[in-house]
DNA sequence: CGCAACCGTCCACTCTCCTG
DNA sequence: CAGGAGAGTGGACGGTTGCG
């Protein structure tokens, strides 16, 4: 027997059992895909918000349903068995064809409009999807959106839990995805140095001799956003080397409440281009100077056969073309001082 | 080695929904 | 409306791991 055919075989008896097993429903394999991603029955808990003896007891339900074992259950965590590794690609191709005739449906029943299903930064849901949208044919008419702005672990989460449909995340701050999923690149997004507008540093050689008192302490305040990756490592090592008299102000989790604290005048900060755009401008009151650290990479993470959906491609091609056409941010040579330094 | 933290399972119970 | 099935919760318990 060949492979195909074996994988045909798969298919038939798994599928028999979703029919005539009765213990086999759709929630229990949404659940049985999000624990083997997860790999632990408590995250898993978490992100479909359930206690997590329910999810135990789920998937008992579905082992004993099908008949063979899913997880070899390890100290603190469960591992897909060959068997379990089978059923989990099974298990995503009857959840997406359930996704495909849901939205095929929905549809129909309300003259043709198909829900697109978006998570992502918030940087990039704020700055590229409005412009991607407006230029994407029948967006507005046709289309509904559901748009959820998250962590990229929880985009991840959302993904693999099939709530949403396209990813939208810094690849930098993710593992790859896994079989079934496709990366796709969107735009390269420099990390810059953001200052109070008032604060020139262009040109400048020396701070200490060129900034009144107030202004060099200001300089030596950062804002540090917790980044949690390796993009985090680069940039504590970056302000290590560029400023190393500096010390850290306040440590936040939102490139929004970095910026308002150095919009404030009260430190400065690093962080992508993206995130100091508002409504397709640059945020007031702030100068952006380069870093030359590594930029981010923003990319969109989609199952694999939605690829070949016209309208995921046409809003991928619409998020290139957005991207593409961010009128340049006014971005000031990095400061001799720091190019110096670094 | 003892302890704390974390994890998965079991059990009893509640709640919701469906059906007759 | 009553009863049953399914899904969920909290609490208790035992196992594993990491740390001092």
Request: aromatic share 4%; hydrophobic share 45%; charged share 20%.
């Amino acid at each position: 027997m060949d492979d195909r055919n074996e994988a045909d075989t798969d298919d038939a008896a798994f599928g028999q059992s979703m029919i005539s097993g009765g213990g086999v429903t759709l929630r229990r394999l949404q659940i049985f895909i999000v624990v083997a991603y997860c790999e632990t029955l408590t995250r898993a808990a978490k992100q479909l918000g359930l206690a997590q003896p329910s999810l135990s007891q789920q998937i008992s339900a579905l082992e004993q349903a099908l008949g063979m074992q899913l997880f070899d259950r390890r100290s603190n965590r469960m591992e897909l068995t060959g068997e379990g590794h089978k059923a989990l690609a099974l298990a995503e191709r009857v959840l997406n064809s359930m996704q495909a005739l849901e939205d095929g449906v929905r549809a129909i029943g309300s003259g043709a409009r198909q829900t697109i299903r978006v998570a992502g930064l918030s940087s990039v849901l704020r700055v590229l999807l409005p412009p991607a949208l407006e230029a994407m044919p029948g967006a507005t008419t046709g289309l509904d959106f559901d748009i959820h702005e998250s962590a990229p672990a929880d985009v991840l989460d959302l993904l693999y839990g099939r709530h949403v449909s396209l990813g939208l995340v810094a690849s930098e701050s993710i593992e790859a995805p896994p079989a079934g999923f496709q990366m796709v690149p969107i735009m390269t997004d420099p990390l810059v140095l953001a200052v109070p507008g008032h604060l020139d540093l262009a040109g400048m050689r020396d701070p200490a001799e060129d900034l009144c008192a107030d202004d060099l302490a200001l300089l030596h305040r950062t804002v540090q956003f917790v980044f949690g990756t390796r993009t985090g490592d680069g940039v504590r090592e970056w302000y290590g080397r560029a400023l190393p008299r500096s010390r850290m102000l306040a440590q936040v989790r939102s490139y929004e409440s970095a910026l308002a604290l150095v919009q404030q005048g009260l430190g400065i900060c690093v962080v992508p281009v993206l995130a100091t755009r508002l409504g397709g401008r640059v945020a007031e009151n702030l100068r952006l100077y380069r870093t030359g650290l590594e930029p981010r990479h923003i990319v969109a993470i989609l199952p694999s056969q939605y690829l070949h959906n016209p309208t995921y491609s046409a809003l991928i091609e619409a998020l290139q073309r957005a991207a593409g056409r961010l009128s340049g941010a006014p971005l000031h040579d990095c400061p001799p001082f720091i190019g110096a330094a670094l």
